[in-house]
């Protein structure tokens, strides 16, 4: 199989920037992340779980969400409201861009 049978629908390349994080919540629940910032995402950052494998496109509009942090990243209730106070501190507003 060759590059020229993919029917490719988008591909580009974009500088980004990466924050790698990992803290110990008050409740002792340890989180390893990668915070990736892009225009791709409207504002949004790619929020990585690195001990899991597990990411979302995130925004403070999510946070509010309820069950968003806990269905993407698996973890329970308490857990997410730790890793959403958190990334409040981290995803900062949505800003529109082309």
């Known amino acids: ?3 020229k049978d993919f029917d490719f629908l988008s ?3 974009e500088e980004t920037s990466t924050r790698y994080v990992t803290f110990v919540t008050p409740n002792l629940k340890r989180f390893d992340l990668a915070i ?3 225009n791709r995402f409207y504002g ?3 929020v990585t779980d690195l001990m899991h494998g597990r990411s979302a496109i995130l925004g403070p509009d999510d946070l509010e969400e ?4 806990e269905s993407v990243f698996r973890i329970n209730e308490e857990e997410a409201a730790d890793l959403a106070q958190f990334l409040t501190l981290v ?3 949505v800003n529109f861009t082309d």
Request: charged residues 20%; hydrophobic residues 40%; neutral net charge.
């Open 1 to 3: 199989m060759n590059l």
């Open 11 to 13: 591909d580009s390349t």
């Open 36 to 38: 990736l910032t892009t």
């Open 44 to 46: 949004k950052k790619l």
């Open 66 to 69: 309820e069950g968003v942090l």
């Open 91 to 93: 995803l900062g507003a």
